[in-house]
């Protein structure tokens, strides 16, 4: 004979099931959240308080028979930090368990609560930065104002990380940004050291620059010179085998930047500047980057402009240079366009392209268009 469970035997048998199947969603997921911020305990309750204390600055000289500056340290700001519970929970019915299916459902409902959780705690994290901008509760950093400010106290008034003029993400704002996160200063007003999260192995002739810029400018840098480091002798015409591999493989490996050679200092190094294209609704103004065998034409154009600007949303794009000009379709391959047509297509590395079927040369049919010349890209104009 069938006995009813009871509530003591439930949380017995039951929840030891359904625990198990949250922590196989919960505990195993990576913490996606904790490649950006670093996480401590905390006290249980409503909010606890910590002082931000400014410190004693850089010491001075001091010439022989000098007496030793005594300074004095303070309270910058009041750091707060405010407690926030999240909670959720799935009940079953007393119907449900006399039926027996209380098993199978508490190990789905469970993982989806697990699921739940895990988003919730993502989400919450990344409001941090979706919410950068917004000065108000509950997105304020503990020193009272949003992450993205001008106001951000340190000692002796305040810093700012904000773009004094608002841009859109191009080589020139990225760096901007990386100028105000040098000019990042500490509560003391000590300029914030940068350690680097990407290490770029390459030659010092401005091929790898645009890259560097991508992402976030060059911190440091070192010459490869160590004998432990490059194979000998090293080849006037192969230094991609005999100095960059080693010097990366060591890196690969964990040797430090410095073991490589002396410090350069980043501003020294060559530099490879490709021009920005100007982008308003409807028209692009641009250059030409390059041109191959085919006839080819690379634009300064990325992806990005094409769309911000609007153009070949209706499949065609006017395309003007000094001394000629064509209608392009925007097509996805080079097998779309005709022998002889136009098109306008993204190449992999994400670069407008503009070409013609075969036989026909777009560079030609342009004028002779060569790197450096002036094209237009508008709204056709039938």
């Known amino acids: ?48 308080e910590e002082p931000v204390m400014f410190g004693l600055g850089s010491a001075p000289q001091m010439p022989d028979g000098t007496g030793v500056q005594y300074k004095q340290g303070g309270v910058l700001f009041n750091k707060r930090y405010v407690y926030r519970q999240y909670g959720a929970a799935f009940a079953m019915t007393k119907v449900l368990v006399e039926d027996g299916d209380h098993i199978n459902l508490g190990k789905i409902y469970s993982e989806q609560l697990g699921q739940a959780m895990v988003e919730t705690e993502e989400t919450n994290a990344a409001n941090v930065l979706n919410f950068s901008f917004t000065n108000s509760a509950p997105y304020l950093g503990g020193d009272g104002v949003s992450l993205i400010n001008s106001q951000h106290p340190i000692l002796g008034g305040v810093m700012s990380n904000l773009l004094p003029t608002p841009a859109a993400l191009s080589q020139t704002s990225a760096e901007a ?57 090293i080849s006037p015409s192969f230094h991609a085998r005999d100095v960059l591999a080693p010097a990366a493989a060591h890196l690969a490996s964990g040797v430090a930047l410095e073991e490589l050679g002396p410090a350069v200092d980043p501003a020294s190094l060559a530099q490879m500047a490709i021009p920005e294209p100007t982008v308003e609704h409807g028209k692009i103004e641009c250059e030409v980057l390059d041109l191959n065998r085919f006839g080819n034409v690379l634009l300064n154009v990325r992806a990005a402009d094409l769309a911000a600007s609007g153009l070949g949303e209706d499949g065609a794009v006017q395309i003007d240079a000094t001394s000629g000009s064509a209608r392009a379709e925007r097509v996805s391959t080079y097998a779309d366009v005709e022998s002889g047509e136009w098109g306008l297509i993204v190449d992999p590395r994400g670069w407008a392209l503009v070409i013609r079927g075969n036989p026909a040369n777009a560079a030609e049919g342009l004028g002779g268009v060569g790197p450096g010349d002036p094209v237009w890209l508008t709204t056709p104009r039938d």
Do not use: W
């Not at 006995?3 to 198990?20: A, D, K, L, T, Y």
């Open 177 to 233: 940004m990386l100028i105000m996160i040098r000019k990042s200063q500490d509560n003391d007003q000590k300029r914030v050291r940068i350690n680097p999260q990407c290490l770029v192995v390459g030659p010092d002739n401005g091929l790898l620059a645009p890259a560097a810029a991508a992402l976030g400018g060059v911190a440091r840098a070192v010459e490869i010179t160590s004998p432990d480091v490059v194979l000998s002798p």
């Open 1 to 48: 004979m069938a006995v009813p469970m009871n509530s003591s035997q439930f949380r017995v048998i039951v929840e030891p099931i359904m625990n198990e199947h949250f922590d196989g969603v919960y505990s195993q997921r990576k913490d996606e959240y904790k490649a950006i911020f670093t996480t401590k305990p905390g006290t249980p309750r409503a909010y606890h």
